[in-house]
Structure formats: C-alpha cells, structure tokens
T-cell receptor, first 116, second 112 residues
Framework: EPEVTQTPSHQVTQMGQEVILRCVPI?????FYWYRQILGQKVEFLVS????????KSEIFDDQFSVERPDGSNFTLKIRSTKLEDSAMYFC??????????????FGPGTRLLVL | SQKIEQNSEALNIQEGKTATLTCNYT??????LQWYRQDPGRGPVFLLL?????KEKRKERLKVTFDTTLKQSLFHITASQPADSATYLC???????????FGGGTRLMVKP
C-alpha cells in the first residue's frame, strides 16, 4: 500500500540554523500538508499546499517557515532560523482531493526535530 | 473559540471487551470527522472517516457514530485485543478550508 515517507527521521540542530524537512507524498495525491506535534501536545496544522501554492496556513506558519515542491515527488518544509520552541515532531500528510471520497489525509512517520 | 475534547485520562479495559472513546466539539460545523491511531513516536494512522450526513460507519471491529446535534462522535472497538493499545485521535475538518483540527487523544490500554 502506498505510504507517505519522510526524511530524516531525526534532526538535531543549533538554534538559529536552517533546517529542511523532506517528504515524499503518495504519488497520485494532489494536496500536501505539514503538521507538527510538540511532545505531549496535540497535532497542530501548519500549512496546506495545492497546485504549487499555499492554500491555507495557520498562525504558527510565520515568515520563518516556507514550503516547496522542488520536483514531481518531493515536498519540503524549511525553517529559516530555528528556535528552541520549534522542537517537535513534524508530520507530512497528503490527500487525493478535498471531497468525494478522496479527502482522507494520510500521514508520514514524522521527523523529530530537536533544537539546542 | 473552537474546541475538540477527548478524554485525556487513559481508558483501561480487559481483552475481549468493547472500548468506547468519545470526541466532543464546540463552536464547530465539521464537514467530516476522522479517527486516527497513534503509537508512541509514530505518525497518525487513518482508521475511519464519517461525514456530517452519516450517522454510523463500520470497518471490521471498528464502529464510529456521529451526532451533529449532540456535537459528539463515539469510536468503538469490539472484541478488543492488547494490540489495540494506542492513543486514538479524532480530527475534524470544517466546511471551509482543508486543515484538520485534532483533539488531544485518548490512550487506550487493553489488558490480556
């Protein structure tokens, strides 16, 4: 069964450094998402992406964050200058569409980001 | 403000019994609701989706109900097994936008 994959599984970085988290969504899916989960807290929406542009973003997704689909298979989340509070598990998700039976969002295994 | 509440206390049940988990929401008009399973350190795994115009959905040992008047969904696992032990998350999507809003999850422990 097709799966969303993410790399790396773990990333440790120094505060102020840039990180890029990578995702390969399910191949025939058109909508891509990033969520994060701080340890012990709820899963929180960051951003959704469709047709090479952001379709929706939350308050968390400020100017330090950006997303890109650099080629036909990868979807990336960049954090420009990491802060301690960016430490969390970051999940990529994808869905086929928004309705009509294809709206289910399938999640990847996550990247655990630790900012020191 | 919008709220999605799941029982934050762990639910402990005996193997073979039916587990029932609750998801309540306020100030929300969801287009649909999804249930996910999450194991420690892993991503949410999709289980079931139920739409606003559906009352009940089943898949093998799983059953979800959705009452938009009570603003509540119930998630049932029948004939529970120790392998069902995990945290179960409910997530709602509204009629506008495509973001999912998650509850805090309920941890289920099934004892042999």
């Amino acid at each position: 069964e097709p799966e969303v994959t993410q790399t790396p599984s773990h990333q440790v970085t120094q505060m102020g450094q840039e990180v890029i988290l990578r995702c390969v969504p399910i191949s025939n899916h058109l909508y891509f998402y990033w969520y994060r989960q701080i340890l012990g807290q709820k899963v929180e929406f960051l951003v959704s992406f469709y047709n090479n542009e952001i379709s929706e973003k939350s308050e968390i997704f400020d100017d330090q964050f950006s997303v890109e689909r650099p080629d036909g298979s990868n979807f990336t989340l960049k954090i420009r200058s990491t802060k301690l509070e960016d430490s969390a598990m970051y999940f990529c998700a994808s869905s086929k569409n928004l309705a009509g039976g294809g709206e289910t969002q399938y999640f990847g295994p996550g990247t655990r980001l630790l900012v020191l | 403000s919008q709220k999605i509440e799941q029982n934050s206390e762990a639910l402990n049940i005996q193997e073979g019994k039916t587990a029932t988990l609750t998801c309540n929401y306020t100030n929300y008009s969801p287009a649909y609701l999804q249930w996910y399973r999450q194991d420690p350190g892993r991503g949410p795994v999709f289980l079931l989706l139920i739409r606003e115009n559906e009352k009940e959905k089943r898949k093998e040992r799983l059953k979800v109900t959705f009452d938009t008047t009570l603003k509540q969904s119930l998630f049932h696992i029948t004939a529970s097994q120790p392998a069902d032990s995990a945290t179960y998350l409910c997530a709602l999507r509204g009629n506008a936008g495509n973001m999912l809003t998650f509850g805090g999850g309920t941890r289920l422990m099934v004892k042999p």
